[in-house]
């Protein structure tokens, strides 16, 4: 699925669109300056692919990343469950966490029921600034 919104926009009511596929998470934020917002106003999910970060070259090892294992203590949640509570936090995304454990899949889809509060989306958005420009987007 092509993820630029040049690309999909001519076919879009022809054919429609199921969902455009991205790489998202806290420490990727590209597609939030405009691909984001241009997919939620035409109801096209986004589906974060990489939303642990675990992929790839551009890893940082976010799991160890002191504000969110500090989070991960105030929830009484695993930093996994905060990468992904955070990237569902928005409208419209999706999220597909490879795990190949029983234990990682339930523990991921619990992150489902877990909200993180405003000031500790505001305390994630200094640690990871949110894009301010158009820039070309992490893939793997
Ligand atoms: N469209 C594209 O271009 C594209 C590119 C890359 C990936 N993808 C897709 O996106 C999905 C996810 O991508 P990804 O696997 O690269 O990255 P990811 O989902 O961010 O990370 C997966 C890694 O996280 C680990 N993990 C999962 N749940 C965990 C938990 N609760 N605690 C600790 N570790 C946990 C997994 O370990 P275990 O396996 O041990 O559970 C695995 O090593 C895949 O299905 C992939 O096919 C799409």
């Known amino acids: 699925m092509p993820h630029n919104n040049g690309v999909i ?3 879009l009511h022809v054919y429609g669109c199921m969902t455009n596929q991205v790489l998202y998470h806290v420490a990727s ?3 939030e300056f ?4 241009w997919c939620q106003a035409r109801a096209v999910p986004v589906m974060a692919y990489c939303p642990l970060e675990q992929a ?3 890893r940082r090892n976010l799991f160890s990343y002191p504000v969110i294992m500090r989070m991960a203590h105030k929830y009484q949640a695993t930093p996994a469950q905060i990468m992904l509570a955070w990237v569902l ?3 419209g995304v999706i999220a597909i966490p490879k795990a190949s454990s029983v234990a990682h899949v339930e523990e ?3 992150a489902l029921t877990l909200e993180l509060d405003s000031g500790d989306i505001a305390a ?3 640690a990871f600034p949110a894009p301010t420009s158009k820039q070309s987007l992490d893939v793997v």
């Open 9 to 11: 926009s001519p076919h």
């Open 29 to 31: 934020r590209g597609i």
């Open 34 to 37: 405009d691909l984001l917002p």
């Open 56 to 58: 790839g070259t551009l």
């Open 89 to 91: 936090r928005q409208p």
């Open 108 to 110: 991921n889809a619990r």
């Open 124 to 126: 994630l958005d200094v």
